[in-house]
T-cell receptor
Framework: EDKVVQSPLSLVVHEGDTVTLNCSYE??????LLWYKQEKKAPTFLFMLTSSGIEKKSGRLSSILDKKELFSILNITATQTGDSAVYLC?????????FGQGTRLTINP | KAGVTQTPRYLIKTRGQQVTLSCSPI?????VSWYQQTPGQGLQFLFEYFSETQRNKGNFPGRFSGRQFSNSRSEMNVSTLELGDSALYLC???????????FGSGTRLTVV
């Protein structure tokens, strides 16, 4: 059964800090790895990493995929209070997403 | 374009009752999947529908069921509610899996 594990589960930092969120996976048929941000209710899509697209960047957020070591990281630089959220990593299996437990990130002013 | 719409947004039910939740996908999306989110278990897959057919089902008891209509709208039903069913229920639609999942804002179900 596909498995996705995120760490840490919770992280508290000060505004302006840089954070790194981790996601490791064990899946039978790798397709891609997805990152979502969940602030209140609806997870919103951040990045999709695939075998042909192992690095993505959008503003202060960036993510890389290591297919050999089976993990991905999400970096956020110069954090802002608006970055406070739960960050979810997921693998799209057969007709479903398998999620990690999520990392709850809190940015203190 | 309109996003994924879930109704109702909040529900309070009593143990033993049943509940029906609704999800309207993005226009043109034919795949609708449902997830249960709790603090202890995180996001867990319930089931997925495509063109009115259930293609995959998660490890939930038979009290959890769903269906999809010809216009791709989907409903999920939980019968004989238990306290442990209290959760945020999220629906996601996709034009084709495994890409392009968009989530609705969810229905917060509280069982008392």
């Amino acid at each position: 059964e596909d498995k996705v594990v995120q760490s840490p589960l919770s992280l508290v930092v000060h505004e302006g800090d840089t954070v790194t969120l981790n996601c490791s996976y064990e899946v039978t048929n790798f397709r891609s790895l997805l990152w979502y941000k969940q602030e209140k209710k609806a997870p919103t899509f951040l990045f999709m990493l695939t075998s042909s697209g192992i690095e993505k960047k959008s503003g202060r957020l960036s993510s890389i995929l290591d297919k050999k070591e089976l993990f991905s990281i999400l970096n956020i630089t110069a954090t802002q209070t608006g970055d406070s959220a739960v960050y979810l990593c997921a693998h799209p299996g057969a007709q479903k997403l398998v999620f990690g437990q999520g990392t709850r990130l809190t940015i203190n002013p | 374009k309109a996003g994924v719409t879930q109704t109702p947004r909040y529900l309070i039910k009593t143990r033993g009752q049943q509940v029906t939740l609704s999800c309207s996908p993005i226009s043109g999306h034919r795949s609708v999947s449902w997830y249960q989110q709790t603090p202890g278990q995180g996001l867990q897959f319930l089931f997925e529908y495509f063109s009115e057919t259930q293609r995959n089902k998660g490890n939930f008891p038979g009290r959890f069921s769903g269906r999809q209509f010809s216009n791709s709208r989907s409903e999920m039903n939980v019968s004989t509610l238990e306290l442990g069913d209290s959760a945020l229920y999220l629906c996601a639609s996709s034009p084709r899996e495994p890409y392009g999942y968009t989530f609705g804002s969810g229905t917060r179900l509280t069982v008392v």
